[in-house]
């Protein structure tokens, strides 16, 4: 999988106190995950025949989705 080791941190936990270390954090996982997003566009533009499976690539899509809705929360909470 393409995203795998960016994606063995998920979920990530919510905190309630929010301090400009934490915010910076948050924005820098974002960034990344925003990052293989825009590269997953890009391979599906370019290689239509990609050697990953449709299901792991779903797979991945779903993890890395779900680690940035955790990050949106904990975004929430501060």
Not at 22 to 39: F, T, W
Not at 58 to 71: G, Y
């Amino acid at each position: 999988m393409i995203a795998e080791n960016l994606l063995q941190g998920s979920p990530v936990p919510v905190q309630a106190t929010g301090t400009a270390g934490q915010l910076s954090e948050i924005a820098h996982v974002l960034k990344n995950c925003m990052s293989i997003l825009l590269y997953w566009v890009e391979t599906i533009e370019t290689d239509g025949g990609s050697a990953v499976s449709n299901e792991d690539s779903i797979d991945d899509l779903k993890k890395l989705a779900h680690k940035m809705n955790c990050l949106i929360e904990r975004l929430a909470s501060l």
